[in-house]
């Protein structure tokens, strides 16, 4: 899920954050579609519905960002307008998804700390974060259940030295809640997972040293929740990274929207991000996946059912980032299979089901892989013409 953007957050661009829930953006049948959906945007009176121009495997929706604003395209080809306006957004810090919330945030132009939401069906739309001199430096991130925004609001205090303070926003009732003074690694240190919702009433925040994860809710604070030194982090970073030493910096990545799969990834890494590798801690067996060493961006993205991921690796550069891979991950079974790889990538998305991957390699062209054999009724890999960036991919 990725739209040309710097693993840095200081040079974050648009920040999109998407929990779909089944059927998001759908009309008729729960379980499937035939004809387009019938979508009002808030700034049209009548639905706004084109005719089919290409089909895609995988199933569901697909989100894009175009000129014509936030659309969603179905296999058989048509799309719809969600919302006017909507200029292309990145999904990042990273996209969450959730069975039973529907909810948009984003901030429309580069480096600002506006934020607004809205459901995926274009209504409710809302200017819940305005700037203020405390920036909002790693972006926001949504409660699991749709109703919370967690951000870090920073003040500057001089050169090299910045103070952090971590809040949850309520959507319904529109009370900020401060959790306090918190540490995290400098904003302009390479990779993002700074925090992360560990449930719908509790986050996971980066330490300072980068060695331990702190786990904060709504009512207590539990300091190195998750250390670095964790045997089974070791073990398994051991397994991934044979001869690298043990891992010295950890962060928080997420746990799986999956609710039958307890499944908990963090970034482990050795001094300053060398040697990535992602790590799934579970009710099973622990499983670490290796990242390119040279990586200097890593998204990791869970699918919405099931328990693979989405792993996305870059290189970045003076002109963008580059030397992109892809990969599906299964945290079951502990295979990690390649999909794609190029010098330059617009954005990737996994299917909810983890069984199609769909990539842009610009913003003209989509193509779409299979994880795994492709069903001899089912044209699992396509390439498509469509102006625009996918964003997300609901059920």
């Known amino acids: 899920m990725h739209l040309c953007r710097h693993a840095r957050a200081s040079t974050a661009a648009l920040c999109l954050l998407v929990l779909s829930g089944l059927g998001a953006c759908t009309s008729g049948d729960e379980h499937g579609r035939q004809a387009p959906a019938q979508t009002v945007s808030p700034q049209t009176s009548t639905p706004t519905v084109s005719t089919a121009t290409a089909i895609f495997p995988g199933g569901g929706e697909i989100l894009f960002a175009s000129a014509a604003g936030l659309q969603a395209a179905f296999p058989d080809g048509s799309t719809t307008t969600i919302a006017r306006g909507f200029i292309g957004a990145e999904p990042f810090p990273g996209f969450q998804f959730s069975p039973t919330g529907e909810l948009l945030a984003w901030t429309l132009i580069r480096e600002s700390d506006d934020y607004y939401v809205m459901r995926l069906d274009g209504s409710d739309q809302r200017h819940v974060l305005r700037p203020t001199e405390r920036k909002i430096p790693f972006g926001v991130q949504v409660s699991p259940d749709a109703t919370k925004l967690a951000y870090v609001r920073s003040i500057y205090l001089g050169p090299g030295r910045e103070r952090y303070g971590l809040f949850v926003l309520n959507l319904a009732s529109g009370n900020t809640t401060s959790l306090g003074a918190i540490s995290p690694a400098g904003r302009n240190y390479l990779f993002d997972y700074k925090f992360a919702w560990n449930d719908d009433d509790s986050l996971l925040v980066q330490s ?71 790590i799934v801690l579970q009710n099973g067996p622990t499983r670490a996946f290796a990242v390119p060493t040279n990586a200097t961006g890593v998204q990791f993205t869970w699918a919405v059912l099931g328990t693979r991921f989405l792993l996305a690796s870059w290189v970045d550069a003076r002109h963008g980032p580059k030397n992109w891979t892809l990969s599906v991950g299964d945290a079951r079974t502990g295979v990690l299979v390649r999909i794609a790889a190029a010098p330059r990538m617009c954005c990737s998305l996994l299917s909810p089901d983890g069984k199609v991957v769909v990539y842009a390699p610009d913003n003209r062209r989509w193509e779409f892989a299979s994880v795994g054999p492709c069903p001899a009724s089912n044209e699992c890999d396509a390439k498509i013409q469509m102006r625009g960036s996918p964003v997300a991919w609901a059920a």
């Open 208 to 278: 300072s040293d980068r060695s331990s994860i702190d786990l904060i809710s709504l009512r207590s604070r539990t300091p190195r929740y998750l250390s670095v030194g964790d045997r089974r982090i070791i073990a398994a970073y051991a397994e991934a990274r044979p001869g690298a030493g043990p891992p010295t910096e950890i962060r928080p990545i997420g746990r799986t929207p999956n609710p039958y799969f307890t499944g908990l990834a963090v970034l482990a890494t050795g001094r300053n991000g060398a040697d990535p590798a992602v």
